[in-house]
């Protein structure tokens, strides 16, 4: 069964959504994540999605006390990223609590930094994140944008130990407009032995059971939850 797993973005210690990754286009859905993984928690998830868009932005580490606060606050696995550049990120990280550190632009733009922390930590701690943009690589919080192909990278990286990483189709995060099903059978299709997790896009429950039947083995979804397009007691059929 497909892995559901919610998101929390966050800014200056809020719980936020952007809309195709643009900062201008914020939207505040809770001042206290807290309460929202603990609504999350409450109907079975078991694993929370959380990005530092302050550090994704700065490349400095910003929101570690609110990790650390939710880690405290519930029984879940949190996987945490944006604004880790270095060990000392990565281990800070873990000590506030996060199981798994997923890690975007430095495993584009230093490939040996991130092959040694899977080296050291595992490849079940550390969590490759591509985002995409016409099936091209963005990088720094998705305001850099590079000629890199999406699958280069994912090929590339799965041949040297990465086992499952998610995909963030920039276009569709936050519209509303479905999740991009074509660019995930692509990378199945070439890619059969990548645990891919879907991310952006996804509207409606039957989002998550396509990304089920082609292959996805999770699903991230942020915004949908938040508009009450994807209620509670919906994804509670997927959890436990």
């Known amino acids: 069964m497909i892995e559901i797993i919610p998101a929390i973005d966050l800014i200056d210690g809020k719980c936020v959504r952007l809309t195709q990754g643009d900062f201008a286009r914020k939207k505040v859905y809770a001042d206290d994540p807290l309460e929202i993984a603990k609504q999350f928690r409450d109907v079975g998830i078991r694993r929370i999605h959380m990005v530092d868009l302050d550090g994704a932005k700065t490349g400095t580490l910003k929101n570690l006390a609110v990790l650390e606060r939710i880690a405290n606050g519930i029984d879940a696995t949190i996987d945490f990223g944006g604004g880790i550049k270095t ?26 930094l991130f092959f040694s922390w899977i080296e050291s930590y595992g490849n079940d701690r550390i969590l490759l994140g591509a985002d995409a943009k016409n099936e091209k690589i963005a990088i720094n919080g998705w305001q850099v944008e590079t000629d890199v192909s999406i699958f280069d990278v994912l090929r590339n990286y799965a041949e040297n130990g990465v086992s499952a990483a998610f995909v963030t189709d920039i276009g569709r995060d936050g519209a509303m407009m479905g999740p991009s099903v074509g660019l995930y059978e692509k990378i199945l299709s070439m890619i059969p032995r990548l645990k891919l997790i879907a991310s952006g896009g996804v509207s409606t429950i039957e989002d998550v059971a396509e990304l089920e039947r082609i292959g996805c083995s999770g699903v991230i979804i942020g915004k949908a939850i938040y508009e009450g397009r994807i209620t509670l007691a919906g994804l509670s059929k997927y959890a436990g």
């Open 87 to 112: 060990e000392s990120d990565l281990n800070n990280v873990f000590d506030a609590g996060a199981a798994i550190a997923n890690i975007g632009s430095i495993a584009v733009k230093e490939p040996e």
